[in-house]
């Protein structure tokens, strides 16, 4: 489909709408698919560049917008149904909130958290009545950030420590949020955890995953892996159904996370002057878990970061993070006492532990050069994804993997 023309039905509503202006014209649009095969498994994405007219005899403004909607030729693991009013929920009710918060605390109106692109609207459906079934006209609107000079880092590689630093203090600016509004509107708080746990996954394809990991692990991998692999096991076991990311979180560290935070889900920007990063926003709140905030941060620094900076700059990354976290915190007026660093380092431990699987099998996903080419018929997400899950791990993969737990054995994260 890349490349191709797309169509958006009765988009001018959904603008009106979520403009609050029901003045508006929309003159023309084009839309073409934004993202390659296997880039979103859950949903198809769509680049809209839009002209309005704002009332009548006013002048023409440009929109750049990213749509997204149901995946209607290709079956998924996502259940867009659920997965779309969760998100709309995210921007409509759970970032505002947090802006709100942020101004109670007295944080200035330009200092406001600020890690979204811009919102312009949704719908399940052309029929008002139909708000429990996402149909081929479902649709969710955000600004297109790469217009503005946004842009991605390459999965494949990872990144270096500069953008990762950016990523993580604005993630634990997101987290200390979550946990301010839990000790300070908790009715708002249990009603977006309710939310949160509307799941929309379903755990078949990364179960499969997971065997295939393991068989790979006790055969390919067993002499390297034996000292830890009981261990590594039980992880496995507890990963599938989907039963690491619904898992209650502990206190003191339940808050609202990202749960799908990699490099993807995050577009940089730099500086024109300095050249140095200076902003990142974060995109994809479809699955956001009530969960330990270092459950983000375990995927992402074992996951999402180049060779020598995983090797050399982790322990900064991570302190970055805890700094930002607490000071979030104090300027939030909530009690730090429980947030040791002691606590934190326990905490992101069990947490490693946990997400070891899925920083495993992410190894796979993230270089799809591992996938058999399906010839001449045309593939779908899910062809891909099967492709993928099914590949025996090449050479390059069990680099990174062995990589991977070398440095979870440096830390000791393999402890029960």
Same mark, same amino acid.
């Given at each position: ?77 996502? %259940? ?12 409509? +009710? ?12 007295? @944080? ?84 977006? @955890? ?82 140095? @990063? ?18 983000? @941060? ?10 020598? %900076? ?71 997400? %899910? ?19 062995? +990589? ?13």
């Amino acid at each position: 489909m890349s490349g191709e023309a797309a169509h958006i039905r009765e988009l001018e509503s959904v603008l009106r709408k979520g403009l609050g202006n029901h003045e508006l014209q929309l003159v023309e649009y084009s839309c073409r698919p934004l993202m390659p095969l296997g880039e979103n498994y859950g949903s198809v994405v769509l680049k809209v560049d839009a002209t309005i007219r704002p009332r009548e005899n006013a002048k023409t403004e440009s929109l750049h917008l990213v749509a997204k909607t149901v995946n209607a030729t290709d079956k998924t693991m996502a %259940t867009w149904s659920v997965l779309l009013p969760k998100e709309v929920f995210a921007y409509e +009710r759970v970032l505002p909130a947090y802006r709100q918060l942020e101004r109670e605390a007295g @944080v200035a109106e330009s200092d406001l958290i600020d890690v979204a692109p811009a919102y312009y609207g949704s719908r399940m459906s052309l029929d008002p009545r139909q708000l429990d079934v996402a149909d081929d006209d479902s649709l969710f609107l955000v600004e297109n950030l790469c217009t503005r000079g946004y842009y991605n880092c390459n999965k494949a590689e990872g990144t270096d420590a500069e953008h990762a630093i950016k990523a993580m203090t604005e993630l634990a600016r997101f987290h200390a949020i979550g946990i301010a509004m839990k000790q300070k509107k908790p009715d708002l708080f249990r009603e977006i @955890v309710e939310r949160s746990r509307k799941g929309g996954i379903d755990w078949g394809q990364m179960d499969e995953a997971y065997r295939i990991l393991l068989d790979d692990f006790r055969t390919q991998l067993h002499d390297e892996l034996k000292a830890n692999l009981a261990v590594i096991e039980e992880s496995i076991a507890f990963s599938m159904g989907g039963k690491a990311y619904s898992e209650e979180p502990s206190e003191p560290w339940a808050t609202i996370c990202h749960g799908d935070f990699w490099l993807n889900n995050m577009l940089f920007h730099k500086d024109e002057a300095t050249g140095q @990063v200076d902003a990142v926003k974060f995109i994809d709140y479809q699955i956001y878990p009530y969960a330990s905030p270092l459950k983000d @941060v375990a995927f992402f620094v074992n996951s999402c970061l180049n060779e020598e %900076t995983y090797e050399r700059d982790t322990d900064e990354i991570v302190d970055a993070y805890y700094s930002q976290f607490v000071k979030w915190l104090q300027r939030l007026r909530c009690n730090v006492g429980p947030y040791t660093r002691d606590a934190f380092d326990e905490e992101l431990r069990r947490q490693a532990l946990r997400e070891f699987p899925l920083c495993a099998v992410a190894v796979k996903f993230f270089d799809k050069s591992i996938a058999k080419p399906k010839g001449e018929a045309r593939e779908t997400s %899910t062809d891909l994804m099967q492709q993928i899950i099914g590949s025996k791990l090449n050479e390059r993969c069990v680099e990174r993997i062995l +990589r991977l737990y070398r440095f979870y054995v440096s830390k000791g994260w393999f402890r029960r």
